[in-house]
């Protein structure tokens, strides 16, 4: 599985942004997508996820009601809506791939958030 990310850049607060990731390959099975992110001293975090078969999502508490996870089946490809951003989004994004049952095992290139004040 590959995966294709892009979408991030400078911005400031309060500003949206939506990130894309298009996966390509094994993608036939039973899987699900998401988006995680680094800021700079910092583990990566879980952001948000969408299940590929029923699009039913999932998302960490810091960001529910400002960022939305979507899909497109027929692109293969899964978006991050991001309104409302905050300086404290500010990180590099990567978009993750996993079957059912084995977690994320494929990552996109991280594309860089920053969110000035």
């Known amino acids: 599985v590959q995966l294709q990310a892009s979408g991030g850049g400078l911005v400031q607060a309060g500003d949206s942004l939506r990130l894309s990731c298009a996966a390509s390959?094994?993608?036939?099975?039973?899987?699900?997508m998401g988006w995680f992110r680094q800021a700079p001293g910092k583990e990566r975090e879980f952001v948000g996820g969408?299940?590929?078969?029923?699009?039913?999502?999932d998302y960490a508490d810091s960001v529910k009601g400002r960022f939305t996870v979507s899909r497109d089946n027929a692109k293969n490809t899964v978006y991050l809506q991001m309104n409302s951003l905050k300086p404290d989004d500010t990180a590099v994004y990567y978009c993750?791939?996993?079957?059912?049952?084995?977690?994320?095992?494929?990552w996109g290139q991280g594309t860089q958030v920053t969110v000035s004040s």
């Open positions: 993750g791939f996993g079957f059912y049952g084995r977690g994320y095992e494929y």
């Open positions: 390959g094994r993608t036939y099975s039973n899987y699900y």
């Open positions: 969408i299940t590929w078969s029923d699009g039913r999502t």
